[in-house]
């Protein structure tokens, strides 16, 4: 499995960091250490397969001179039926067009795409907990809302990630990544 994901600033990471480390510790989520090199992030499209020599090619180009983003969270969200909370930044024109952007230029690779990730059906969110009964997404809720405040991150980089098994752990590798400007 591929992914394409947005990385934040320093600051941001460590904050959700924290937040994921005091979620774990009070045993209520373990999300950020299922997979190791998690990283805070924002995916824009997920992919079952991808040829990667002749994407990366195209991601390098396409990527070459894309400048930065700032977004704004002030919003804590689930996604129905999930077991899932996340953080969803205020969806600004930039991010959507940033989003839609990304799936024009890369369209021919759709087939293996998650329509979850689609334009039409993106809900942009960086992910706090998952897997969580109805009970623990209460108590992650509840805990998370009494320690964010609203806040502003600032987008830095761009990556072509892959989960991987290494020692039967999954792993996150990073394929590519390019630093916005």
Same mark, same amino acid.
């Given at each position: 499995?591929?992914?394409v994901?947005l990385h934040?600033d320093?600051?941001?990471e460590?904050?959700?960091?924290t937040?994921w480390k005091?979620?774990?510790?009070s045993?209520?989520?373990?999300?950020a250490?299922?997979?190791? $090199?998690?990283?805070?992030?924002?995916?824009?499209a997920?992919?079952?397969? !991808?040829?990667?020599?002749?994407? %990366?090619? *195209?991601? +390098?180009?396409?990527?070459?001179?894309v400048?930065?983003m700032?977004?704004?969270? $002030?919003?804590?969200?689930?996604f129905?039926?999930?077991?899932?909370?996340? !953080?969803?930044?205020?969806?600004? %024109?930039? *991010?959507? +067009?940033?989003?839609?952007?990304?799936?024009?230029?890369?369209?021919?690779?759709?087939?293996?795409?998650?329509?979850?990730y689609?334009?039409?059906?993106?809900?942009?969110?960086?992910?706090?907990?998952?897997? *969580?009964? +109805?009970?623990?997404?209460?108590?992650?809720?509840?805990?998370?809302?009494?320690?964010?405040?609203?806040?502003?991150?600032?987008v830095?980089?761009?990556?072509?990630?892959k989960?991987?098994?290494?020692?039967?752990?999954?792993?996150?590798?990073?394929?590519?990544?390019?630093a916005?400007?």
């Open positions: 499995m591929y992914g994901v934040f320093l600051e941001t460590r904050i959700i960091k937040l005091k979620l774990s510790d045993g209520i989520s373990n999300y250490y299922e997979i190791e $090199n998690r990283k805070p992030h924002i995916t824009l997920d992919y079952s397969e !991808l040829k990667v020599s002749e994407y %990366k090619g *195209l991601f +390098d180009c396409y990527y070459k001179s400048p930065r700032y977004l704004s969270y $002030n919003t804590l969200g689930t129905m039926n999930s077991g899932a909370l996340f !953080l969803s930044p205020n969806p600004t %024109k930039e *991010l959507i +067009d940033f989003h839609s952007n990304y799936h024009n230029h890369f369209m021919k690779y759709n087939a293996f795409s998650n329509l979850m689609h334009p039409e059906r993106w809900i942009p969110h960086c992910t706090i907990a998952n897997h *969580l009964d +109805d009970q623990k997404l209460l108590e992650a809720l509840h805990f998370t809302t009494k320690r964010l405040e609203s806040m502003q991150t600032e830095q980089e761009i990556s072509l990630i989960i991987i098994y290494q020692n039967n752990k999954r792993v996150i590798e990073t394929v590519i990544s390019k916005l400007i």
